[in-house]
């Protein structure tokens, strides 16, 4: 029976992964999330560019799970230094980074998958079991049949559906919260709801989420009387 992170007896070995994120509970959460999906196996953790390139020229890795705002170097110039040390790996983007100019220069680096920040299990869960397709066909060796079958391998890497949110969760009232925060310099729920045209409820829910997943801090708010409400800042 096969295992999270584990290979079939006598079949492929598990692909190799490094996690390389500075957030620390990020870091473990995306670990966690590497060993649980069969077929996959998280060789090395790294919290800085530098620690990064140590990891691989001493470890064996097939995957590289980065995140793109590191404290001592952005992940493109990383991917940049990777590509320029020759090593055979593949390079999974997890950020926060919504600009389209990274996304293209990601995509210019060789990035084969672009993951948006915050993310659930299923979601990190598709993407990798869409690249360990992706690089069973590539290493089925041969030649492609034709157009058709080239099309089907490079887009095996990318999932056409969104990636799954909590229960009754939505991507757009997300974006929409995501927006707001960091827009401001710090938000309480009674103002983002004013800002997305939501509930209090449904904004705190969301925004609860986000401090969860690491992406903003909670801080209190003091000012009048009574409890201090709490302030919601981008991270």
């Known amino acids: 029976m096969t295992g999270a992170g584990t290979g079939t007896p006598g079949g492929p070995a598990p692909v190799r992964v490094l996690v390389v994120e500075d ?9 966690a999330y590497v060993e649980r999906t069969a077929g996959f196996t998280a060789v090395a953790v790294a919290g800085t560019g530098a620690a990064a390139l140590d990891a691989l020229s001493r470890t064996a890795v097939d995957l590289v799970l980065l995140d793109l705002h590191l404290p001592d170097a952005s992940g ?24 389209l100019a990274t996304v293209r220069a990601a995509a210019v680096h060789g990035v084969v998958g672009y993951l948006l920040k915050p993310f659930t ?33 490079l887009g095996a ?3 056409s559906r969104s990636a799954p949110l909590p229960k009754g969760m939505g991507r757009e009232t997300l974006d929409a919260v995501v927006a707001a925060v960091r827009r ?5 729920a009674a103002e983002t709801a004013e800002l997305i045209g939501a ?13 969860e ?7 209190p708010r003091y000012g009048g009387a009574g409890r201090p409400e709490l302030e919601y800042r981008w991270r």
């Open 121 to 153: 299990y299923p979601a990190l869960r598709d993407r990798l079991e869409a690249y360990a397709a992706y690089r069973a066909q590539l290493r089925a060796g041969g030649e492609a049949a034709g157009q058709a079958e080239i099309d089907r391998v």
């Open 23 to 31: 957030e620390p509970v990020a870091a473990e959460a995306h670990r």
């Open 157 to 159: 890497v990318r999932p």
């Open 184 to 188: 401001a310099p710090g938000v309480s």
């Open 76 to 99: 493109l110039e990383l991917c940049r230094r990777i590509r320029a040390a020759g090593a055979d790996v593949d390079v999974l983007a997890v950020t926060s980074a919504r600009e």
């Open 213 to 219: 997943t690491g992406l903003v801090d909670r801080v």
């Open 199 to 211: 509930s209090r409820i449904t904004a705190r829910r969301y925004l609860e989420y986000l401090a």
